[in-house]
């Protein structure tokens, strides 16, 4: 019996690899794991739904305009950093903003477009909430190719360690 | 000269081989020198554009780099990892050899001049 719920919280503890083995420890009443940060970054009132915001966005590839003022995001992670990447193509460095403010971290880009002798501009802007352990004064951000990537860095207290017994 | 291609050009079949392409938002404007086309390609680098000009029809494809190194995993996904593909029928004769393309900040300026027959002419009444 003991052995029996030891494999499993391993079992569950090594697929936390997967986004939907991490819908799992939450289930789990013998993890202490916390809810997975990944559901911090959408937690937060203001960060909106995903899925809803992906909807949206797909609705800006048949009907351009209509959604033309929210920048789209992807996030990725690796074992030291989250990364937030957002699409803003035509948009100069000096163009974009980014904030960290109460856990959220709000980019916004000004873009302006060159319609013949016409000059026109727009304002596109996104937030997403940031996970509590992102150390905010190592947030480093660059741009190329009309990509936006920011690097948020995991402070080292969250970074997995061995706690050996004396 | 306003009316200067056919926006609705949809990608083409291709040839059995089952692609997943998306057509880029582009802008386009003429005038009496040429065409001025703008097409948003983010996540594109320079290495990864092909431009085709074939019987008036240009074709721009693009890939995306793939910017996920290895080790990282996805935690939410909005940006399309697919490749761009836009066709347009242009309806005046262009200098091919006087084409010209810059790619800045994910957006592919290119400019198409017309060719001398198809510039509009001055006749002027005696």
Known sequence: MHEYEAERIFRL????????????????????????DFDEWFRHPLAGLPSLSSFINNLGEVFPGVAGDKLAVDVHEDK????ASFEVPGVKKEDVKIELNNGMLTVSAEKREKDGEKESSYSLTRSVSVPEIVNAEAIVAKLEDGILTVTLPKQERSKPRTITLN | MNTTCSPRTSAPATSGVTESLRKPLYNVNGNAEAFEIRVELPGVPKSNVKLDLEENILTVRAE???????????????LSPLSYLLRLRLNAPVSEDQMTAKLEDGVLTLRLPLKEVAKPRQIPVL
């Open chain 2, 64 to 78: 995306r780099s793939t910017t996920v190194p290895e080790g990282m995993k996805a935690l939410h996904r909005e």
């Open chain 1, 80 to 83: 030291d950093n989250y990364f």
């Open chain 1, 13 to 36: 503890k090594n697929s936390n690899q997967t986004n939907q083995a991490m819908k799992l420890i939450r289930t789990n009443p013998f993890s202490l794991n916390r809810v997975s």
